[in-house]
C-alpha cells in the first residue's frame, strides 16, 4: 500500500520561497508518475507539477513556471517541490499524487485521473 506524507508548509510573504517535501512509502518499481496539486478555497483541485521518475521528464502548469521546481531523490524516496517568488494566488492546500505502473512508463501528467495515491495535504499561505 502506497503512503504519500506531505511537509514543509507554512506561512510566507509575497516573494517569498517554500519547498515542499513529500516520503513515499509502499511504492516499488522505477515506472512512476508523481506530482503535485493544489487546492484553493471554493475551486477545484488543479495539477501544478509532475515527474515523470524513470526519465525524469516534467510537466508545469502555466502558472508557476519559471517559478516552482519539481525533483525527486530515490534515495531518499522523497518528492520535492521548490516554490520561488511565492505571491498570493499561490495560496492553498498541497497535495502529493502518485501511480506506478508496470507495463510502460508513464509520462508526466497534471491531471487527477491519472493518479491513485494522494497525501493528505500541507497548507501553504502567501501574504500580500
Known amino acids: 500500500q502506497v503512503q504519500l506524507v506531505e511537509s514543509g508548509g507554512g506561512s510566507v510573504q509575497a516573494g517569498g520561497s517554500l519547498r515542499l517535501s513529500c516520503v513515499a512509502s509502499?511504492?516499488?518499481?522505477?515506472?512512476?508518475?508523481m506530482g503535485w496539486f493544489r487546492q484553493a478555497p471554493g475551486k477545484e483541485r488543479e495539477g501544478v507539477a509532475s515527474?515523470?521518475?524513470?526519465?525524469?521528464?516534467?510537466r508545469y502548469t502555466d502558472s508557476v513556471k519559471g517559478r516552482f521546481t519539481i525533483s525527486k531523490d530515490s534515495a531518499k524516496n522523497t518528492l520535492y517541490l521548490q516554490m520561488n517568488t511565492l505571491n498570493p494566488e499561490d495560496t492553498a492546500m498541497y497535495y502529493c499524487?502518485?501511480?506506478?505502473?508496470?507495463?510502460?512508463?508513464?509520462?508526466?501528467?497534471?491531471?487527477?485521473?491519472?493518479?491513485?495515491?494522494w497525501g493528505q495535504g500541507t497548507q501553504v499561505t502567501v501574504s500580500s
Open positions: 499524487a502518485a501511480r506506478s505502473l508496470s507495463w510502460t512508463v508513464p509520462n508526466p501528467s497534471l491531471g487527477q485521473s491519472d493518479y491513485d495515491s
Open positions: 515527474i515523470s521518475t524513470y526519465y525524469g521528464t516534467t
Open positions: 509502499g511504492i516499488t518499481g522505477r515506472r512512476n508518475r
